[in-house]
Every structure is written in structure tokens, then in C-alpha cells.
């Protein structure tokens, strides 16, 4: 099985929540997680990969801009297009107050 975590960055909440699905977050100092706060990975686009947990789910994390809450629907349209089953993939959308705030921020120079 492979869980997507979607928020407006993949950067942010999206990872955090990855990793606290995995059960490997033993801390709220999130400078030490491996791609926190990396601009230019969420600016590539790219789907994030985390890790697999202890029952062999991959886990990964994706940036979908502001309109990051179509994106579950649009993943599980093209997982059901290509003939995949919702015990293969699920994407979720994480969400807390403040949101897109990361988002902008990311757009801010340095």
C-alpha cells in the first residue's frame, strides 16, 4: 500500500503528518526531520518519499498548492484511470488553521 499526504507544501504538515503515521516522530523539533522547511524540493514539485512503516505501507508527502484539498480526488481519479485499487494508494489531505500561510511563505525570498 503507498498513503499520500497532501498540503498546499510538502514541506510542512504534509512531512509531519507523514511522519507521525509512521510512528517515528518522537519529537516537536522539527529542524531534524529530513526534508522541513526545503524550499526547493517543494518548489520542484516532487513527490516527497518519507519511508515504509513497520507494515510495509510507503509513505510519502506532496505540495499541492492552493488548492491542495482537489488533490486527493484528482490522485485517487487517475488511480482508479489506471485500474489501481484504494488498498494500493489513498492520498489524504492535511489541513490546520493557518494553512496557507506556508504556502506564501515559501514565495517570500530569503
Given amino acids: 500500500m503507498n498513503v499520500i499526504f497532501v498540503g498546499p507544501t510538502g ?3 504534509a512531512l509531519i503528518a507523514a511522519h507521525i503515521f509512521m510512528g ?4 516537536n523539533d522539527y ?3 529530513e526534508h522541513y522547511d526545503d524550499k526547493e524540493a517543494d518548489l520542484k514539485g516532487d513527490l516527497l518519499y518519507v519511508g ?11 505540495g499541492a498548492g492552493a488548492n491542495y484539498e482537489l488533490a486527493p480526488a484528482i490522485i485517487a ?7 489501481f485499487s484504494e488498498e494500493e ?9 493557518g494553512n496557507l500561510l506556508f504556502y506564501g511563505l515559501n514565495y517570500l525570498p530569503p
Avoid: T, W
Wanted: charged share 25%; aromatic share 10%.
Fill in 24 to 27: 517515528d516522530l518522537h519529537s
Fill in 89 to 97: 494508494l489513498v492520498a489524504r489531505a492535511v489541513s490546520i488553521p
Fill in 11 to 13: 514541506v510542512h504538515h
Fill in 52 to 62: 515504509e512503516d513497520a507494515n510495509g505501507v510507503k509513505v510519502y508527502a506532496f
Fill in 31 to 33: 529542524r531534524f526531520v
Fill in 77 to 83: 481519479d487517475l488511480r482508479d484511470l489506471f485500474g
